[in-house]
T-cell receptor
Framework: TQLLEQSPQFLSIQEGENLTVYCNSS?????LQWYRQEPGEGPVLLVT?????EVKKLKRLTFQFGDARKDSSLHITAAQPGDTGLYLC???????????FGGGTRLMVKP | NAGVTQTPKFQVLKTGQSMTLQCAQD?????MSWYRQDPGMGLRLIHYSVGAGITDQGEVPNGYNVSRSTTEDFPLRLLSAAPSQTSVYFCASRDRGASQETQYFGPGTRLLVL
């Protein structure tokens, strides 16, 4: 079974601060995705990283895929209250039929 | 397009009761899947289907049945509900030939089994 561990599980910060969320595994994934989920809703895809060492930016969010394609990080610069939510990473197996999700990081950004 | 729809939004069952969670998509996606979400465990794949008439087991299939008679619908059946099946259930769909990048999730069904 492929496992993805996310850290931290909970994060409460003030508006304007920077933060990094980590997603680690001992398994290699063909791609890795980051989702954001709001209460009462399904996850919404933020980004997919495919190549080892790849860095993608989405406004104030920076996503990185580890060189060995086993880990990933999400960095948020100058966090805003609108960034509050549950962030999930998910690794794709080589067959493309299954996503393995991490346990999630619950972020709260206080104004 | 309505995207992925799920009904009901909430359901309370007694142990041993049966029920069907409905999922429908209007995007003509071939690939559909069911996940359950429990606190601290992310989402876990229950069953998936790569097209009408084809289903397969995911990571946690025990206690659940699925069928795929049409492209649009992918119901999830609990034949004899147990408290361990208390969870939030999400249905998702995407084009079979596309990457996971185009996967869409429904709004979820919150199930409580007493």
């Amino acid at each position: 079974t492929q496992l993805l561990e996310q850290s931290p599980q909970f994060l409460s910060i003030q508006e304007g601060e920077n933060l990094t969320v980590y997603c680690n595994s001992s398994s290699v994934f063909s791609s890795l995705q980051w989702y954001r989920q709001e209460p009462g809703e399904g996850p919404v895809l933020l980004v997919t990283v495919v190549t080892g060492g790849e860095v993608k930016k989405l406004k104030r969010l920076t996503f990185q895929f580890g060189d060995a394609r086993k880990d990933s990080s999400l960095h948020i610069t100058a966090a805003q209250p609108g960034d509050t939510g549950l962030y999930l990473c998910a690794g794709d197996n080589n067959a493309g039929n299954m996503l393995t999700f991490g346990g999630g990081t619950r972020l709260m950004v206080k104004p | 397009n309505a995207g992925v729809t799920q009904t009901p939004k909430f359901q309370v069952l007694k142990t041993g009761q049966s029920m069907t969670l409905q999922c429908a998509q209007d995007m003509n996606h071939e690939y559909m899947s069911w996940y359950r979400q429990d606190p601290g465990m992310g989402l876990r794949l229950i069953h998936y289907s790569v097209g009408a008439g084809i289903t397969d087991q995911g990571e946690v299939p025990n206690g659940y049945n699925v069928s795929r008679s049409t492209t649009e619908d992918f119901p999830l059946r609990l034949l004899s509900a147990a408290p361990s099946q208390t969870s939030v259930y999400f249905c998702a769909s995407r084009d079979r030939g596309a990457s996971q990048e185009t996967q869409y999730f429904g709004p979820g069904t919150r199930l409580l089994v007493l």
